[in-house]
């Protein structure tokens, strides 16, 4: 017995199986942006007032700089994974579909790059 209509049947037309992978993903990466937002938050706001070089010694901390490239992978990641389900809802037309998804794609990926360069930068010099 299958739930498939017959004309679904016949067509070979059913779940593309990417679904369920893309609503984990964005739940465990929603889970992990929660502490991470709400240390980063917390500690922008102690370092409100701090001079330059605080702020760099701060960043440079081993722990800071580990938590800080994870906390923007998982930022900019959550982020696209969001932006993609508005995309495949709410833009029609296969062309205008397929060129704002790379757009986005290609967006969020030059962000958390220069993101993570900063941080590393800064952690290593």
Avoid: N
């Avoid at 490239?69 to 995309?87: M, P, R, T």
């Amino acid at each position: 017995m299958s739930l498939k209509s017959p004309i679904g049947r016949a067509r070979g037309l059913g779940s593309a199986k990417d679904g369920l992978h893309h609503w984990w993903m964005q739940r465990i990466s929603a889970v992990l942006l929660v502490p991470l937002s709400l240390w980063f938050v917390f500690s922008i706001a102690c370092l409100v007032g701090s001079d330059y070089q605080t702020v760099v010694a701060w960043i440079a901390a081993p722990w800071v700089a580990v938590s800080l490239v994870i906390y923007f992978a998982a930022l900019f990641y959550h982020s696209q994974l969001g932006v993609q389900v508005v995309i495949e809802d709410y833009v029609h037309g296969p062309a205008k579909k397929l060129i704002s998804m790379y757009l986005m794609k290609l967006a969020h990926l030059v962000l958390a790059v220069a993101a993570i360069f900063a941080v590393v930068r800064i952690a290593l010099a």
